[in-house]
């Protein structure tokens, strides 16, 4: 069955640095989220991406976050200057006709 | 996103039907009622969706009142790989890719 793949699973960083987590979701799927999830609370959409550009964010997603899907396979997120609120488990998700499959994430640690 | 009411948790014996409730008496005539589980931290995986009819995949059944106003989610028989956060979600469809809206959900604890 295919699957979305995110990697780091696991990434460190100082306060302040930049982060950049990878996904590559399925490849005909049509649209693309990063979502995230705080220790101990709910799923939270972040962004979704459809035909190269952003097409609806929260706000959560400030001047801070930026995506990119530069190659046409792989979909990132960046967190220019990481705060210690932004630990959390991130999570990327892809779509075509129904049912979104979610990657199994990528735990950020901002220390 | 139409609200979703879930109880907070709720135990199964391993075996046996889960039958998990859900109500979403604001649901909209073009919303979906959607269900997804998250496996300790994992991401969250589909599980089964219905407009109108029952449903049924090879995961689990969806019965959906006739008012539309709440919905049950079958899982027929509980393994303990099924303890999870299950997740109702009244949902536009993925068309003009709506984003989902996750609640609280209903932690599930299968039990041998």
């Known amino acids: 069955e295919p699957e979305v793949t995110q990697t780091p699973s696991h990434q460190v960083t100082q306060m302040g640095q930049e982060v950049i987590l990878r996904c590559v979701p399925i490849?005909?799927?049509?649209?693309f989220y990063w979502y995230r999830q705080i220790l101990g609370q709910k799923v939270e959409f972040l962004v979704s991406?459809?035909?190269?550009?952003?097409?609806?964010k929260s706000e959560i997603f400030d001047d801070q976050f930026s995506v990119e899907r530069p190659d046409g396979s792989n979909f990132t997120l960046k967190i220019r200057s990481t705060k210690l609120e932004d630990s959390a488990m991130y999570f990327c998700a892809s779509v075509m006709n129904y049912g979104y499959t979610f990657g199994s994430g990528t735990r950020l640690t901002v220390v | 996103d139409a609200k979703t009411t879930q109880p907070t948790s709720m135990d199964c014996a391993e075996g046996r039907a889960a039958n998990l409730p859900c109500n979403h008496s604001t649901i909209s005539g073009n919303e979906y009622v959607y269900w997804y589980r998250q496996i300790h931290s994992q991401g969250p995986q589909y599980i089964i969706h219905?407009?109108?009819n029952n449903e049924t995949n090879e995961m689990a059944s969806l019965i959906i009142t006739e008012d539309r106003k709440s919905s049950t989610l079958i899982l027929p028989h509980a393994t303990l790989r099924d303890t999870a956060v299950y997740y109702c979600i009244a949902h536009l469809g993925e068309a003009a890719g709506n984003k989902l809206t996750f609640g609280g959900g209903t932690r599930v604890l299968v039990k041998p």
């Open positions: 490849s005909n799927h049509l649209y």
């Open positions: 219905g407009l109108k």
């Open positions: 991406f459809y035909n190269n550009e952003i097409s609806e």
